[in-house]
C-alpha cells in the first residue's frame, strides 16, 4: 500500500496469529488478527485493499477482511445461496453493513433485507 498512504499517528493496538499448526513449506502462511487504534486508518486500508484488488507480499497473496461479531456474521451468511444465485444470473450485488443486500438490476437499486425477501425478489423476476 506504501508509506505514504498511512498518516504519521497510524498504530496497531494489537496483532497475533490464528493458533494453528506451522505452515508447509511452500504453502499457505497463518492468519493475522490486527486491531487497529484508529477506525478511520481501518476504514481507509479496506478502502484501499478494494481500489487495489490484489495484494502480495513475497510472492503470498494477501487478503484483508473486517471482523464482524457473531451475530453479523450468522446474519450476513443467511445470504450464502442468494449470492450464488445472483452470481450466476450475472446480477451486480453487494453486501453493506451490517446485513443488508444492495442489488443492481435493470439501473434500478434495490435493498433487501432477509433471506426470504430476497429469495421472493428473485423468483419474481425468475432469477
Same mark, same amino acid.
Given at each position: 500500500m506504501g508509506p505514504e498512504f498511512f498518516s504519521s499517528s497510524f498504530m496497531v493496538e494489537r496483532a497475533h496469529r490464528i493458533p494453528n499448526k506451522k505452515p508447509q513449506v511452500g504453502g499457505r502462511p497463518r492468519s493475522i488478527?490486527? $486491531? +487497529?487504534?484508529?477506525?478511520? %486508518?481501518?476504514?481507509?486500508?479496506?478502502?484501499?485493499?478494494?481500489?487495489?484488488?490484489?495484494?502480495?507480499?513475497?510472492?503470498? $497473496? +494477501?487478503?484483508?477482511?473486517? %471482523?464482524?461479531?457473531?451475530?453479523?456474521?450468522?446474519k450476513r451468511r443467511e445470504f450464502r445461496d442468494i449470492k450464488k444465485r445472483l452470481i450466476n444470473a450475472i446480477v451486480k450485488y453487494s453486501m453493506m453493513y451490517p446485513a443488508k443486500l444492495r442489488i443492481v438490476y435493470n439501473d434500478l437499486i434495490t435493498f433487501l433485507f432477509s433471506a426470504v425477501e430476497a429469495s421472493a425478489w428473485l423468483d419474481a423476476r425468475g432469477l
Open positions: 488478527l490486527a $486491531k +487497529i487504534l484508529c477506525t478511520c %486508518d481501518r476504514d481507509k486500508i479496506l478502502r484501499r485493499k478494494r481500489e487495489l484488488h490484489d495484494l502480495d507480499y513475497n510472492g503470498n $497473496k +494477501i487478503e484483508i477482511y473486517p %471482523d464482524y461479531s457473531i451475530t453479523t456474521q450468522l
